[in-house]
């Protein structure tokens, strides 16, 4: 008798695990067999691609440091779209967001070269101005939605666009830039650069895995990350009983931004020591696009973000070596992705019907 | 009423949504030209019937017959041409568009011209017909509920309703406009129109309707003539309880208990005046009352009228733009609504699925809200979810709601049980002054029971209350005093025995 | 005198993108569907358009092939969002990434990188007689006919929405969908309608760009203009004619930023390009209190 209620419960179990796991591998399946059958029509090497797509990440060390390296913008990026999407806002200036904080470190970080600043002084005021930087710009769409109710989803579109002249601007302006070439500025000096953990592998994971326990530890155990669950599951009743909506909303969008800043920033401490334009690029979208797509896997939930981002960095780094090894176009990648994103979406909504 | 001809007809109506079974194999019958109450508690599918006949619901199973045809009903459209009106319990029309637009809105006819004029005179003829005359070219938001009943009327009779379906149609009106809707009903009926009421009250069937069908539970009781039938017996069929102790507005009795009232006030509202917050909202002009210790204060008036706004002026003061309220005695102008709570007052708002519950959030989550910045519940901002649980837990236990545990979703229970949680999270903590705003809608008896025990238990213990409800008959029943709001105005205070349903109404409707 | 004329019809020329765009938007949005994917469906209807354009050598069915790439991406927006009820923000988005990244494949897979780049076919230019001729004026009616077209799309959404019974119907569904329902209008149908329309209009805009303003597809060949057309169906309350106004006004402003750059200016020229940016927030801000948007836009609606 007992045993029977164990073996229900552990059915039921498995269902459950079976349901929710359900559209996740149903989209990826579907999406991965249309890429693979276009990539077989336009004459590639089907199964290399593949090869190269799908286990490149973790069939070497290199592979998956590759991996974390993008894990680390990419989580950043992903938290700026799914941060306020909690309360059912949506930044789309995700990207804007990281070049904005990438110019700014470049900046500042030129200008205070001849400081001569220590790293353990200059590296936390660089993170800082990253964090700012990109918090400037999605505050301004957050106060534009607060007092004026003008739509952040616009607001923060064309604020990217702002911040894309911008880092052309300083890439190619007196006193950042580099004399000649494609636009990008001076090398940020040598304190102001995060240092590598392993070859190919900087700082910047440390704190990203920071950034994921201080979130963790916010929704589940804060005031303020059940404030912010309580608006998003309903603003209405939230408001009702005293939880204000234009705070939550502000610190959302602080938040959102002061992440996707980081990120922009870390790119440049961390990879490139200096604003290249094009920086926060990766298989031919910007990090603040691919955030987008990471966040909706998980439903925005800020929980299932590391692991979102994990599996879309993997893919991101298989897409690289398959474009090296059989030539395939990197936007395959990209298409499938969004195709796998908006299959998920559906396969979730008809599993809830 | 032509008796024996039967003009509509249902055979083994059957409709579930999820696993809920809202109407059970329901056989329903029309005669032409009668007045036809279906009576039923909330809940009881009675809606779902007529949206069922209307073509907004499909029925699972079942045939539906006019006038002996077997019909198809799977769109408003075809219920349309069939000659079926519905009148919706809240209303249906477009705000932005005038009353005229809203009339000849999806009526047949050349589709790429649009001619107001001649429509308008159409329409004008009709309405005064019926003497349902309306203004035609205000925009709807701008109209009364009773108003727009009347646009909803014509605009039925308008594509040649000869069935109509009138959905709770008193909710919004007081007791002199149901006199007129009844004249006007009366005079479409000798016409030739039969009309279905639905109501839950006893009265209004026994005052209105020929003959009245019963739900209860999704299943047809039967159906009776008015003219043999009585109070008592009506009262059963809805039920199935011969000892159920209801008024005749179907309400549970109860007994107010004899309080004694504080000689000062708990909560005073002092000339206060509140700017709307949106387009829609009213402007609260220049109101005053008291509220004592263990009395029930109840704000009687049509919805949209400012309770709500009171009611929010109350728990977040800051919006106050002239006047001072009061509680024991203290200012709470320039409190936070968190702050306000902490000064003993807690609310729970009219709407509960849009403005009082979290729905995907576990009970513990919702029992919560509203708590959650208080000293016990946590420390620097970090939240003591071990005491939380335990709270809700013992909330469930006191308040008997029923549910597996506390981590169930508050949106997986029924209606009574949600207002179970939701009464139940207010009354956490000793409270001085309970804001409860249509607290019983939509409930079944026994829950409404529930949440007259907990008033009065609350006036048992001194503790006051600002009922704010919509439907008089409930007011008079448990309210100590009524004040009236009309136009965002407080217009009259009434005491229990100056207690009048025509004088209130007609004040509620700024007679 | 002749510099300003070549300046208007300038404008005007531009003047088609941001309409045709943002009344796709406007019809969509009257039965309440907002559809924010107008830069996915102009980047892969430049890129479809201007392929089927260049290998059959006939405009014509570029532009026929961008609408129903437009089309194509209203239908599957309208169809999981009133089968699924899939937000349509997300959606949207979901979309414009996808268009995105179908734009710039499509080109690579079926033209490749050539040595020059290849050319559009030359969309027809139409000189009104009489109308032309008038001084400054003329240089509306002097223009390609795309142009023409979006006069007449202007012209026949205002009349279809303001003075057709078919018109008030739609405009209810965006104002209170369950209203319209009761009454008897197809809620759903005249959904999938108006958003597939809305679609195909906003794929000849991106078709527009190649044929018109380019001459050859380039990557990121919309630069925004997607989302821009959302800040002017915004600005004009979601009336078609004012959506007309205010492509006008953004043309205006995209043409001036960029003859500021060309006229060499010590101004970093970099500034100038974010303008139009700019001044869709400050449009929007401007007119913050004068803007009505339908009742029930971006909402789902169902009867159970």
Redesign the interface.
């Known amino acids: 008798m007992v045993d029977n209620t164990k073996k229900i419960q552990n059915d039921t179990q498995m269902t459950r695990f079976w349901q929710s796991a359900k559209p996740y591998l149903l989209a990826v399946i579907i999406s991965f067999s249309v890429s693979g059958i276009l990539i077989g029509i336009l004459g590639y090497n089907v199964p290399r691609a593949f090869q190269a797509l799908l286990l490149k990440s973790f069939s070497s060390q290199r592979g998956f440091i590759q991996t974390l390296q993008k894990f680390i913008p990419l989580t950043l990026a992903t938290y700026a779209f799914a941060i306020p999407f909690r309360i059912k806002f949506f930044n789309i200036g995700g990207w804007g967001q990281m070049l904005f904080g990438g110019s700014m470190v470049a900046i500042v970080g030129i200008a205070l070269a001849s400081f001569n600043l220590p790293a353990i002084i200059m590296i936390p005021i660089l993170l800082l101005v990253a964090m700012a930087a990109g918090a400037f710009l999605s505050l301004i769409a957050g106060a534009l939605k607060t007092y004026y109710n003008i739509n952040p989803i616009i607001s923060t579109i064309m604020l990217n666009f702002v911040a894309y002249y911008f880092v052309n601007f300083v890439a190619t302006t007196n006193p950042w830039k580099a004399s000649l070439g494609h636009p990008m500025t001076l090398k940020i000096p040598e304190s102001g650069r995060l240092p590598e953990l392993l070859p190919g592998l900087h700082m910047g994971i440390l704190i990203v895995l920071l950034i994921i326990f201080i979130i963790h530890f916010m929704t589940n155990k804060m005031v303020l990350g059940y404030e912010i669950n309580a608006t998003g599951i309903n603003q209405h009743a939230a408001k009702v009983y005293g939880i204000n909506m234009e705070r939550t909303l502000m610190l959302t969008f602080l938040m959102g931004g002061a992440m996707a800043g980081l990120g922009g920033g870390i790119e440049v401490m961390g990879v490139h020591h200096r604003l290249i334009e094009g920086f926060a690029l990766t298989s031919g979208a910007q990090y603040g696009i691919f955030g987008i797509l990471t966040a909706l896997i998980c439903k925005g939930n800020p929980l299932g973000v590391p692991v979102s981002a994990l599996f879309i960095s993997a893919l991101l780094v298989g897409a690289d070596a398959m474009q090296r090894t059989a030539q395939v176009p990197v936007e395959i990648v990209f298409v499938t992705q969004a195709l796998v994103v908006l299959l998920i979406v559906v396969f979730r909504s008809t599993g809830n019907k | 009423m032509d008796k024996n001809i039967t003009v509509l007809e249902t055979k083994n109506i059957s409709k579930s ?1 999820g696993k809920v079974k809202a109407l059970k194999d329901v056989n329903f019958s029309l005669y032409r030209g009668e007045i036809h109450g279906l009576l039923g508690e909330n809940g009881a599918g009675k809606s779902t019937l007529m ?1 069922v006949l ?1 073509g ?2 499909s029925a699972d199973q079942g045939d539906i017959f006019i006038n002996d045809n077997k019909v198809n009903i799977s ?3 075809d219920s ?1 041409k069939l000659g079926i009106g ?1 009148i ?1 319990q809240s209303s ?6 005038t009353a005229l ?2 009339v ?4 047949e ?6 001619d107001l004029s001649g429509e308008r005179i159409k329409v004008k003829k009709l309405a005064n017909e019926f003497g349902l005359d309306f203004p035609l070219d205000v925009k709807v938001k701008n109209l009364s509920a009773g108003i727009k009943q009347k646009v909803e009327i014509i ?1 039925a009779l308008y ?1 040649g309703a000869k069935i109509l379906i009138l959905d709770e149609p008193t909710t919004s009106l007081v007791e002199n406009e149901f006199d007129q809707l009844l004249k006007s009903i009366k005079a479409l009926v000798a016409e030739g129109v039969t009309v279905v009421f639905i109501t839950h009250k006893i009265r209004e069937v026994l005052q209105a309707c020929d003959r009245a069908s019963v739900l209860k539970d999704g299943e047809m009781m039967g159906t009776v003539s008015t003219t043999n039938t009585t109070k008592e017996e009506l009262v059963e069929f809805m039920f199935q309880n011969k000892d159920i102790d209801v008024t005749d507005s179907a309400l549970p009795v109860i007994e107010l208990p004899e309080v004694k009232l504080s000689k000062e006030p708990v909560c005073s509202v002092k000339n206060i005046s509140v700017k709307a917050q949106d387009k829609d909202g009213v402007n609260l002009q220049d109101i005053s009352f008291d509220i004592y210790k263990g009395e029930i204060f109840g704000i009687a008036g049509i919805s949209g009228n400012g309770q709500k706004e009171i009611a ?1 002026a109350i ?1 977040n003061p800051r919006r106050i733009n002239q006047g001072d309220i009061f509680i024991n005695g203290e200012s709470i102008a320039k409190l ?3 702050e ?2 902490e000064k003993g007052l807690f ?1 729970t ?1 009219e ?1 509960r699925k ?8 576990t009970i513990t ?1 919702n029992m ?3 708590h ?2 208080e000293k016990r519940f ?1 420390h620097n ?3 003591n ?1 071990n005491k939380i649980t335990k709270e809700a837990q013992q909330s469930i236990r006191e308040f008997q709601v029923k549910t597996p545990d506390e981590k169930t979703p508050i949106g997986d229970l029924s209606g009574g049980n949600i207002q179970r949680v939701v009464i139940g999270r207010a009354l956490i903590n000793e409270l001085n002054l309970l804001i409860t705003h249509n607290p019983t809608s939509g409930l079944d008896m026994g829950s409404v029971e529930f949440v007259f025990n907990k008033l009065v238990e609350l006036k048992e213990n001194n503790c006051g209350v600002l009922y704010i409800n919509e439907d008089l008959d409930e007011l008079m029943l448990i309210s100590d005093r009524i004040g009236v709001v009309h136009a965002g105005k407080l217009v009259a205070i009434f005491t229990r025995e100056q207690y009048d349903k025509y004088k209130i109404g007609s004040l509620m409707i700024g007679g | 005198m002749g510099q300003l004329t070549e300046l208007i019809s300038q404008i005007i020329t531009y003047t088609a993108i941001y309409a045709l765009t943002s009344i796709g938007i406007v019809i969509g949005g009257r039965t309440g569907i907002f559809n924010i994917s107008g830069e996915g469906i102009m980047l892969t209807a430049a890129s479809a358009g201007f392929i089927s354009a260049y290998t059959t050598g006939s405009w014509f069915i570029g532009f026929l092939v961008g609408a129903i790439v437009g089309g194509l991406f209203g239908l599957i927006l309208i169809a999981l969002h009133e089968t699924l009820e899939i937000n349509q923000f997300i959606l949207g988005i979901t979309l414009v990434i996808l268009g995105t990244g179908i734009s710039d494949l499509l080109y690579k897979i079926i033209i490749g990188v050539q040595l020059f780049a290849p050319e559009a076919p030359p969309v027809p230019q139409i000189s009104i007689p009489l109308l032309s001729q008038i001084p400054i004026i003329g240089t509306l009616f002097n223009q390609n006919v795309i142009v023409y077209f979006t006069y007449l799309i202007t012209a026949a959404a205002y009349y279809f929405f303001y003075h057709t019974r078919l018109g008030l119907e739609t405009r209810a569904i965006g104002e209170d969908p369950q209203s319209a329902d009761v009454v008897g209008i197809n809620v759903k149908k005249r959904r999938y309608i108006a958003t597939i329309v809305g679609g195909m209009l906003m794929g000849m805009a991106g078709t527009y760009l190649p044929m018109i303003i380019t001459g050859t597809y380039t990557t990121n060949i919309a630069n925004g203009r997607g989302f821009m057309a959302i800040g002017i169906a915004i600005f004009a309350s979601w009336r078609p004619e004012r959506a007309f106004l205010g492509a006008f006004i953004f043309a205006t402003i995209e043409i001036l930023a960029f003859q500021q750059q060309l006229s060499g200016s010590d101004f970093p020229y970099q500034f100038l390009l974010m303008i139009p940016f700019i001044s869709v927030l400050i449009i929007m801000w401007l007119f913050r209190k004068k803007v009505e948007f339908p009742a029930s836009l971006g909402q789902a609606y169902s009867r159970e």
């Open positions: 949504f949206k209307y907004l619901y769109s408003p459209l349309i519905m919706h249906t029309l477009v705000p932005e568009f637009e809203n000849i809105l999806g009526i006819g050349k589709k790429l011209s649009l605009r594509r929010e728990i936070k609504t968190i306000v709570f609310y708002p709407d849009k403005e009082a519950i979290l729905p995907s959030g989550e919560l809200l509203g959650h910045r946590q901002g970090i939240l979810w």
